[in-house]
């Protein structure tokens, strides 16, 4: 029990000791508080439960409380934070738990409470009211022969009268700590007010700026009579003007090459060169020296196969081709020469003299691949037509497989008698449309 006290009173010095000044920090005050104690409602939840005693409206009435005074004190730690330490009395029976080993009092004696603990406000002391929660710890005697220890917890409301005076009302729980206290509520309302005034904040007026120099305003060593820029430091060069900057690119025109055009400090006031005159300066050309587009970062387009034909026209921009063929390379065969007899998907001799061109330069480049579209007279039906042209084209894969053309570089369709390039009426016209074209793939 001394022990709580001691600590009850090391509390309130500290929190005095520590207290830093602000002017919603509150002062040392003293308050007069009536409350109301309240051991039958805990008695009641205890025996039950909380949610059974509000169905049941089964809690203590006025009458069944007791009524006591106390004096309190508190002092501000920080705007948020009041320490409060209380002292309080009242009269009644109280009803010792069956642990502590003492019977329940049957007449009232005198209770006496102390307390200590902070209020923990949600707002500062400048508004009208300020909601708070509170927590300490406190020790009581009772009928001079029984002290127990509790913890009280709770929260309550401000309200402010004046500069340094409040009205509080507030709850809270004191909780059994010690085996002859016993749990109950305490309900209070009461007046706080200041034991001082607030000081003053100490006002500190700076002393006034010496006056400038009256013949130099500007302080750049030029008298005024002779400044042509009184109130701006400059140099005798320009009349006590600052160095000019003609083209406000922040360089002064006596250390800028390029005065009239605005410019960078790297590159002694000029803009960023463009060597070749492409129009992309060369902190951003990657060719700088020779012409080039914005897209290519200021080289010129590539010409990826050295064909003399740039990639953005060359269909086969890895493989050197010729202009005619759109970069692409020729097979070096013509397509009239791959001959096949009327109804037949067998090459001939002379035709297979004529592929090996093809076999040349498709082994030469291997990254080339070819679609080989094989086409029919309109000798015969599509049903006919169709497959055969189909078998004419794969005729050509198989042979140039043969040779060592790997079959995944080349795809066969058949067009049938759908796309002729002479006329089917005459002989001539029709041994010229039974034949295989290729279409490079890169």
């Not at 927590?135 to 009928?143: P, T």
């Not at 679609?371 to 004419?392: A, C, M, V, W």
Request: net charge negative; charged share 20%.
């Amino acid at each position: 029990m001394k022990k709580i006290l001691v600590f009850i009173v090391v509390l309130g010095i500290s929190a005095t000791s520590f207290a830093q000044t602000s002017p919603y920090k509150k002062l040392p005050s003293l308050g007069l508080n009536f409350f109301l104690q309240d051991f039958k409602t805990p008695a009641i939840i205890s025996s039950s439960s909380l949610s059974a005693a509000l169905a049941n409206k089964n809690w203590a009435k006025v009458s069944d409380m007791s009524a006591g005074l106390s004096v309190q004190y508190m002092n501000g730690i920080t705007d948020h934070i009041d320490f409060t330490a209380t002292l309080g009395g009242n009269f009644v029976s109280y009803p010792f738990r069956s642990v502590s080993g003492v019977a329940p009092a049957v007449n009232n004696k005198f209770l006496l409470e102390a307390d200590a603990g902070v209020n923990i406000k949600l707002l500062t002391d400048k508004y009208f009211l300020v909601p708070y929660l509170n927590a300490g710890i406190g020790a009581s005697m009772y009928g001079g022969n029984y002290f127990a220890a509790f913890v009280p917890l709770g929260g309550g409301l401000q309200f402010k009268l004046g500069e340094e005076s409040f009205v509080h009302i507030q709850m809270n729980y004191r909780s059994q700590v010690s085996p002859l206290s016993t749990n109950h509520l305490n309900y209070s309302l009461g007046f706080t007010s200041a034991l001082k005034e607030r000081k003053a904040p100490v006002v500190v007026v700076a002393p006034p700026p010496p006056p400038p120099p009256p013949a130099d305003t500007d302080g750049d060593g030029i008298i005024d009579s002779n400044d042509k820029c009184p109130t701006v430091p400059g140099v005798a060069k320009y009349q006590g003007c600052p160095v000019p900057d003609t083209d406000g690119d922040g360089i002064n025109d006596d250390n800028d090459k390029c005065p009239t055009v605005k410019g960078l400090a790297k590159y002694d006031g000029c803009p960023i060169p463009d060597t070749d005159k492409d129009g992309i300066n060369d902190e951003e050309d990657k060719c700088p020296t020779v012409p080039g587009v914005a897209r290519y970062q200021g080289c010129p387009i590539p010409d990826t196969d050295g064909d003399g034909i740039n990639d953005e026209e060359d269909k086969c921009p890895h493989v050197k081709g010729i202009a005619e063929l759109q970069g692409c390379p020729s097979l070096n065969f013509v397509p009239k020469d791959i001959h096949f007899a009327n109804g037949s998907a067998t090459l001939t001799k002379p035709s297979k003299i004529e592929l090996e061109k093809g076999v040349k330069v498709l082994s030469e480049n291997p990254v080339l691949k070819v679609s080989i579209e094989g086409h029919t007279s309109n000798t015969g039906t599509d049903k006919i037509n169709n497959p055969l042209s189909l078998k004419r084209a794969n005729s050509v894969k198989s042979y140039l497989v043969s040779k060592g053309i790997a079959a995944d570089r080349l795809t066969t369709t058949g067009f049938g008698s759908t796309k002729p390039v002479e006329d089917n009426k005459t002989e001539a016209g029709r041994l010229a449309n039974r034949r295989v074209e290729y279409k490079i793939q890169e």
